[in-house]
Protein backbone atom coordinates (compact mmCIF):
# COMPACT_ATOMS: atom_id res chain seq x y z
CA UNK A 1 0.00 0.00 0.00
CA UNK A 2 1.47 3.60 -1.04
CA UNK A 3 0.10 5.11 2.22
CA UNK A 4 2.21 2.36 3.95
CA UNK A 5 5.95 3.04 2.45
CA UNK A 6 4.82 6.63 2.57
CA UNK A 7 3.57 6.87 6.25
CA UNK A 8 4.87 3.50 8.24
CA UNK A 9 2.76 1.23 9.63
CA UNK A 10 1.65 2.43 13.13
CA UNK A 11 -2.08 3.29 13.43
CA UNK A 12 -0.75 6.33 15.72
CA UNK A 13 1.80 7.55 15.10
CA UNK A 14 2.85 8.25 10.97
CA UNK A 15 6.26 8.88 10.38
CA UNK A 16 7.73 10.68 7.33
CA UNK A 17 9.54 8.30 5.25
CA UNK A 18 9.43 9.86 1.79
CA UNK A 19 12.91 10.20 0.60
CA UNK A 20 14.40 13.62 1.02
CA UNK A 21 15.44 15.08 -2.67
CA UNK A 22 17.25 18.39 -2.08
CA UNK A 23 18.32 20.89 -4.73
CA UNK A 24 20.83 23.79 -3.96
CA UNK A 25 19.43 26.75 -6.08
CA UNK A 26 21.91 29.48 -5.24
CA UNK A 27 25.47 29.08 -3.13
CA UNK A 28 27.40 32.06 -2.06
CA UNK A 29 29.71 33.29 0.51
CA UNK A 30 27.58 34.38 3.32
CA UNK A 31 23.82 33.19 1.64
CA UNK A 32 22.52 29.52 0.68
CA UNK A 33 19.07 28.77 -1.23
CA UNK A 34 18.04 25.34 -1.54
CA UNK A 35 14.49 23.96 -2.22
CA UNK A 36 13.62 20.32 -0.71
CA UNK A 37 11.16 18.11 -2.17
CA UNK A 38 9.71 15.19 1.17
CA UNK A 39 9.12 17.74 3.97
CA UNK A 40 7.05 20.95 5.04
CA UNK A 41 6.72 22.69 8.34
CA UNK A 42 7.69 19.61 10.68
CA UNK A 43 11.47 19.86 9.69
CA UNK A 44 11.96 23.81 8.74
CA UNK A 45 10.13 25.74 11.24
CA UNK A 46 12.42 24.02 14.19
CA UNK A 47 15.52 24.55 11.53
CA UNK A 48 14.74 28.29 11.39
CA UNK A 49 13.84 28.95 15.33
CA UNK A 50 17.33 27.44 16.29
CA UNK A 51 19.13 29.06 13.49
CA UNK A 52 17.52 32.53 14.65
CA UNK A 53 19.26 32.19 17.71
CA UNK A 54 22.44 32.20 16.07
CA UNK A 55 24.31 36.02 16.11
CA UNK A 56 25.39 35.42 13.02
CA UNK A 57 22.13 34.75 11.35
CA UNK A 58 20.96 37.85 9.16
CA UNK A 59 18.18 36.43 7.57
CA UNK A 60 16.60 32.93 7.47
CA UNK A 61 12.91 31.82 6.19
CA UNK A 62 11.59 29.28 4.35
CA UNK A 63 8.17 28.80 2.29
CA UNK A 64 5.98 26.09 1.04
CA UNK A 65 5.64 26.47 -2.57
CA UNK A 66 2.28 25.31 -2.71
CA UNK A 67 0.20 23.51 0.36
CA UNK A 68 -0.59 20.33 -1.48
CA UNK A 69 3.13 19.59 -2.70
CA UNK A 70 5.85 18.92 0.06
CA UNK A 71 8.31 21.39 -1.21
CA UNK A 72 10.03 23.96 0.53
CA UNK A 73 12.51 26.41 -0.23
CA UNK A 74 14.85 27.18 2.06
CA UNK A 75 17.15 30.85 2.50
CA UNK A 76 19.68 31.54 5.17
CA UNK A 77 21.97 34.93 5.03
CA UNK A 78 25.00 35.27 7.33
CA UNK A 79 27.46 37.91 8.72
CA UNK A 80 30.27 36.38 8.65
CA UNK A 81 29.99 32.13 8.78
CA UNK A 82 29.58 30.26 6.08
CA UNK A 83 26.26 28.97 5.93
CA UNK A 84 26.69 25.33 5.58
CA UNK A 85 28.65 25.55 8.59
CA UNK A 86 25.69 27.34 10.67
CA UNK A 87 23.08 24.84 9.30
CA UNK A 88 25.66 21.89 10.47
CA UNK A 89 25.48 23.72 13.91
CA UNK A 90 21.82 24.07 13.65
CA UNK A 91 20.85 20.35 13.29
CA UNK A 92 23.35 19.19 16.11
CA UNK A 93 21.68 21.89 18.50
CA UNK A 94 18.51 20.69 16.81
CA UNK A 95 19.48 16.91 18.15
CA UNK A 96 20.34 17.84 21.11
CA UNK A 97 17.12 19.44 22.29
CA UNK A 98 15.53 16.28 20.74
CA UNK A 99 18.15 14.23 22.61
CA UNK A 100 16.58 15.75 25.60
CA UNK A 101 13.24 15.72 24.96
CA UNK A 102 12.93 11.68 24.33
CA UNK A 103 14.84 11.43 27.79
CA UNK A 104 12.00 12.83 29.32
CA UNK A 105 9.72 10.92 27.36
CA UNK A 106 11.27 7.74 28.40
CA UNK A 107 11.43 8.91 32.11
CA UNK A 108 7.46 9.42 31.86
CA UNK A 109 6.87 6.21 30.50
CA UNK A 110 9.26 4.55 33.06
CA UNK A 111 6.85 6.33 35.53
CA UNK A 112 4.29 4.65 34.35
CA UNK A 113 2.66 7.54 31.91
CA UNK A 114 -0.67 6.02 30.92
CA UNK A 115 -1.34 5.06 27.33
CA UNK A 116 -3.55 7.96 25.86
CA UNK A 117 -7.17 7.58 26.11
CA UNK A 118 -7.98 6.13 22.77
CA UNK A 119 -5.38 3.58 22.87
CA UNK A 120 -5.92 0.09 24.53
CA UNK A 121 -3.59 -0.65 27.26
CA UNK A 122 -1.56 -3.65 25.61
CA UNK A 123 -1.52 -1.50 22.41
CA UNK A 124 0.07 1.25 24.33
CA UNK A 125 2.83 -1.53 25.43
CA UNK A 126 3.61 -2.95 22.81
CA UNK A 127 4.19 0.59 21.35
CA UNK A 128 6.52 1.83 24.01
CA UNK A 129 8.63 -1.50 23.67
CA UNK A 130 8.93 -1.32 19.91
CA UNK A 131 9.70 2.40 19.44
CA UNK A 132 10.84 3.79 22.90
Do not use: C
Request: charged share 35%; no cysteine; proline share 5%.
Amino acid sequence: MVSEQYYGKSEYWRPRTKPLKIEILELEKNKIKFAVEGQTHTLFDPLRMVLLEDEDVLFVAYKIEHPLKERVIFVLQTRKKEPLQVIREGIEKLRSKFSELKKHLIKAVDQKAKAPYFVPEKEWKEFVKENL
